[in-house]
């Protein structure tokens, strides 16, 4: 009989609880996954079943991250009595046929299974190793089945952590000396494939707790356990006064709640992980769990359980490390660091790796003594305290960075974020392209971003290119591949008709390049000219807003739920639909990429997209249809057109290629062609 290879779908009840009873006889190995895994798997089209008469004898379970091109397998599985068949190969290269446009599918394995020469022979390579989280502290090899496409690209994804507080309970669970079955949904949080996606962190609460344990040998295997979490110690006066914030809102939510030392503690917990400046804390607790409502509001943590954590990682990942919103409501100032005050900034900027103190000092000095005129840039938040500092200059084309760094705070990530692409803008503003950190030691959070932006190790430096072209792959490939022979690094040739995903890589990688004759879609938004303002500050508010650090690379744009052909990645281009006059309204005003397209309820997008702002829960609601729901389009990296385009001469760009336009286009998104978009872009950016 056949084997036959199956998309599993959510509709497929029957199949996925057949696989779910495969996955479950070889727990020992693969780790558990509790059905809500494999059910969500399927709804995300990652979950692929071999399937023999009405016998599922393998399947594959793989996760597609929204912000990477990169394909996350974390089970494969043949049932013992069907292996030699070639049942795993199959399933591998279903996957490969599926989803072609991914860069890779990226897999880890304990090493002690001494399964090298299965990856090998199914055609993945080695690709690094970590520790895992385990009891036993295994080591983890990771392995890589590149599906043929650039290989400078595989080295631009980069795979950030969210990092996740756990209570008393959760920690018990993984490292108690005594097991219990109620443990498995926390384990999961250990398996291999999470390795390098989740590191868990501990509170002083916890550590309090584990004191209070009366066994002793309990006690001290539980307190040597905490050396494989990351410990947090948040200022206490913070956490007092946000426990009491906490304890406040609660009594009023719930007004049955009996306020006693054990909500205390757990409110503790949230306070802890808030002032921290985290978001997630994993907790099987129900009273805990009765009170994350609470904690979202008043703290902004997210309370939730073990099975949340590894069913949406990528979510709570993203909403964790990039903030937008709260960039927003803070106002930074930036301003030259003046002769003399390099002293101060050291406190504020603890450096690593050999470079102390006074040597930091020194490197920044010493950027006044040349004949380079180097602008050296200090961000201040609303306090008044030093949360980056970055210099640089132009040389020829290349802007050269020599310090970039961020300081310890909550939005460090997205500071972190923010200032590349700012980078980016000043190089391609300056007319550079290429764009060189040799600051021998930057931030951690600016070298963990940096990958998804296009940067590369060349040499101990951070290096990006910046191709200013939107035009055919051919065009784009060779200034790109120009550019890079001055780096001596190879590009492989871009060619015409290249899926969706690997163009929208490209276009993010090389900013600001548009690869036109890509399969990726493009689109005309229609948009209000409040919402223009509010997003892109276009038309300009009467009291200007601080535009330190540019527009937020990540927003979020809310609309009725009717589809009109969106998929996603795509380019966006912003049309503001109205306005009391002509320089308000009814231009075009910028572009953007499209990351991701949502329906759902008003208040389900709210609480997803809640971190990038400007929207309220209200507002969101308005967006929503008689079918009550809405559609909430993620996008990014927008750019602002130094010359609007105006409806007149966006329809005479349409008629002068022949393409049938009349302004009921512009009633609600729609579709273009990939030749009219450019058309706009290149009029968008024409300086004569």
């Given at each position: 009989?056949?084997?036959?290879?199956?998309?599993?779908?959510?509709?497929?009840?029957?199949?996925?609880?057949?696989?779910?009873?495969?996955?479950?006889?070889?727990?020992?190995?693969?780790?558990?996954?509790?059905?809500?895994?494999?059910?969500?798997?399927?709804?995300?089209?990652?979950?692929?079943?071999?399937?023999?008469?009405?016998?599922?004898?393998?399947?594959?379970?793989?996760?597609?991250?929204?912000?990477?091109?990169?394909?996350?397998?974390?089970?494969?599985?043949?049932?013992?009595?069907?292996?030699?068949?070639?049942?795993?190969?199959?399933?591998?290269?279903?996957?490969?046929?599926?989803?072609?446009?991914?860069?890779?599918?990226?897999?880890?394995?304990?090493?002690?299974?001494?399964?090298?020469?299965?990856?090998?022979?199914?055609?993945?390579?080695?690709?690094?190793?970590?520790?895992?989280?385990?009891?036993?502290?295994?080591?983890?090899?990771?392995?890589?089945?590149?599906?043929?496409?650039?290989?400078?690209?595989?080295?631009?994804?980069?795979?950030?952590?969210?990092?996740?507080?756990?209570?008393?309970?959760?920690?018990?669970?993984?490292?108690?000396?005594?097991?219990?079955?109620?443990?498995?949904?926390?384990?999961?949080?250990?398996?291999?494939?999470?390795?390098?996606?989740?590191?868990?962190?501990?509170?002083?609460?916890?550590?309090?707790?584990?004191?209070?344990?009366?066994?002793?040998?309990?006690?001290?295997?539980?307190?040597?356990?905490?050396?494989?979490?990351?410990?947090?110690?948040?200022?206490?006066?913070?956490?007092?006064?946000?426990?009491?914030?906490?304890?406040?809102?609660?009594?009023?939510?719930?007004?049955?709640?009996?306020?006693?030392?054990?909500?205390?503690?757990?409110?503790?917990?949230?306070?802890?992980?808030?002032?921290?400046?985290?978001?997630?804390?994993?907790?099987r607790d129900p009273l805990l769990n009765r009170l994350a409502d609470v904690a979202w509001e008043v703290a902004r943590v997210r309370v939730v359980s073990p099975s949340t954590v590894t069913l949406h990682v990528d979510e709570l990942r993203q909403a964790q490390m990039y903030r937008p919103a709260d960039l927003m409501g803070t106002e930074f100032r930036s301003g030259e660091v003046a002769p003399g005050a390099e002293e101060e900034l050291v406190a504020f900027f603890n450096q690593t790796g050999g470079d102390d103190g006074s040597a930091f000092a020194e490197r920044l000095r010493a950027?006044?003594?040349?004949?380079?005129?180097?602008?050296?840039?200090?961000?201040?938040?609303?306090?008044?305290?030093?949360?980056?500092?970055?210099?640089?200059?132009?040389?020829?084309?290349?802007?050269?960075?020599?310090?970039?760094?961020?300081?310890?705070?909550?939005?460090?990530?997205?500071?972190?974020?923010?200032?590349?692409?700012?980078?980016?803008?000043?190089?391609?503003?300056?007319?550079?392209?290429?764009?060189?950190?040799?600051?021998?030691?930057?931030?951690?959070?600016?070298?963990?971003?940096?990958?998804?932006?296009?940067?590369?190790?060349?040499?101990?430096?951070?290096?990006?290119?910046?191709?200013?072209?939107?035009?055919?792959?051919?065009?784009?490939?060779?200034?790109?591949?120009?550019?890079?022979?001055?780096?001596?690094?190879?590009?492989?040739?871009?060619?015409?008709?290249?899926?969706?995903?690997?163009?929208?890589?490209?276009?993010?990688?090389?900013?600001?390049?548009?690869?036109?004759?890509?399969?990726?879609?493009?689109?005309?938004?229609?948009?209000?000219?409040?919402?223009?303002?509010?997003?892109?500050?276009?038309?300009?508010?009467?009291?200007?807003?601080?535009?330190?650090?540019?527009?937020?690379?990540?927003?979020?744009?809310?609309?009725?739920?009717?589809?009109?052909?969106?998929?996603?990645?795509?380019?966006?281009?912003?049309?503001?639909?109205?306005?009391?006059?002509?320089?308000?309204?009814?231009?075009?005003?910028?572009?953007?990429?499209?990351?991701?397209?949502?329906?759902?309820?008003?208040?389900?997008?709210?609480?997803?997209?809640?971190?990038?702002?400007?929207?309220?829960?209200?507002?969101?609601?308005?967006?929503?249809?008689?079918?009550?729901?809405?559609?909430?389009?993620?996008?990014?990296?927008?750019?602002?057109?130094?010359?609007?385009?105006?409806?007149?001469?966006l329809t005479s760009l349409a008629r002068e290629r022949g393409i049938p336009w009349s302004p009921g286009s512009l009633i609600s998104l729609s579709k273009i062609s990939s030749e009219l978009f450019q058309a706009v872009y290149q009029e968008g950016h024409r300086t004569t």
């Open positions: 009989m056949a084997i036959k290879l199956v998309s599993v779908s959510p509709a497929q009840d029957e199949l996925i609880k057949r696989t779910i009873a495969l996955g479950d006889r070889y727990t020992r190995t693969l780790g558990l996954l509790k059905p809500p895994a494999y059910r969500k798997a399927a709804e995300d089209g990652g979950l692929l079943a071999a399937v023999e008469g009405d016998e599922v004898i393998g399947y594959a379970l793989f996760g597609l991250p929204k912000r990477s091109a990169r394909i996350r397998l974390a089970h494969l599985c043949v049932a013992e009595e069907q292996r030699g068949r070639g049942i795993g190969r199959k399933l591998v290269e279903g996957i490969r046929g599926r989803y072609p446009q991914r860069l890779g599918i990226k897999a880890k394995c304990r090493r002690d299974y001494n399964l090298s020469g299965m990856w090998q022979s199914l055609g993945f390579v080695p690709d690094g190793e970590v520790r895992g989280r385990g009891r036993d502290g295994e080591i983890l090899d990771g392995w890589w089945l590149d599906l043929g496409h650039p290989d400078l690209f595989t080295e631009m994804e980069s795979d950030a952590l969210l990092v996740v507080t756990v209570d008393h309970g959760v920690f018990a669970d993984l490292r108690s000396l005594t097991d219990s079955a109620d443990a498995e949904e926390s384990r999961a949080l250990e398996a291999g494939w999470m390795a390098d996606l989740v590191e868990l962190a501990y509170t002083p609460q916890l550590v309090h707790q584990i004191r209070d344990l009366t066994i002793t040998a309990e006690r001290q295997h539980q307190q040597a356990a905490l050396s494989g979490l990351r410990k947090l110690s948040p200022a206490s006066a913070a956490v007092d006064t946000r426990s009491r914030q906490l304890l406040q809102a609660a009594t009023q939510a719930i007004p049955e709640l009996t306020v006693d030392p054990g909500v205390r503690l757990r409110l503790r917990y949230v306070a802890e992980t808030s002032c921290a400046g985290l978001q997630v804390l994993a907790t950027l006044d003594q040349g004949t380079v005129a180097w602008r050296r840039e200090l961000l201040r938040d609303g306090q008044g305290h030093p949360v980056a500092l970055y210099a640089w200059a132009l040389d020829g084309r290349t802007l050269v960075v020599p310090i970039l760094r961020t300081a310890t705070h909550p939005l460090e990530e997205t500071l972190a974020r923010q200032l590349l692409f700012l980078l980016k803008r000043l190089g391609r503003d300056s007319g550079a392209e290429i764009v060189r950190v040799s600051d021998p030691h930057p931030s951690e959070a600016a070298k963990s971003a940096a990958g998804d932006d296009g940067f590369f190790e060349r040499r101990g430096e951070l290096v990006a290119l910046v191709v200013d072209v939107c035009g055919t792959a051919a065009e784009v490939g060779t200034v790109a591949g120009g550019v890079a022979r001055e780096l001596s690094v190879d590009t492989a040739a871009l060619q015409p008709g290249i899926p969706a995903e690997l163009a929208s890589v490209v276009e993010r990688a090389w900013w600001p390049a548009k690869v036109i004759d890509s399969e990726l879609p493009s689109f005309l938004v229609p948009i209000r000219p409040r919402w223009s303002t509010e997003l892109f500050n276009v038309p300009a508010m009467l009291i200007p807003r601080s535009e330190t650090l540019g527009i937020s690379r990540e927003h979020v744009y809310y609309r009725s739920s009717g589809r009109r052909g969106e998929s996603v990645p795509a380019r966006l281009l912003w049309y503001v639909s109205e306005g009391s006059s002509p320089s308000e309204g009814q231009m075009v005003v910028g572009s953007s990429r499209l990351d991701e397209v949502l329906i759902d309820t008003p208040d389900a997008l709210f609480s997803k997209f809640e971190h990038l702002g400007v929207y309220g829960q209200a507002e969101v609601r308005e967006a929503a249809d008689a079918s009550g729901r809405a559609m909430a389009l993620r996008f990014s990296d927008t750019e602002i057109f130094p010359k609007p385009v105006t409806l007149r001469r």
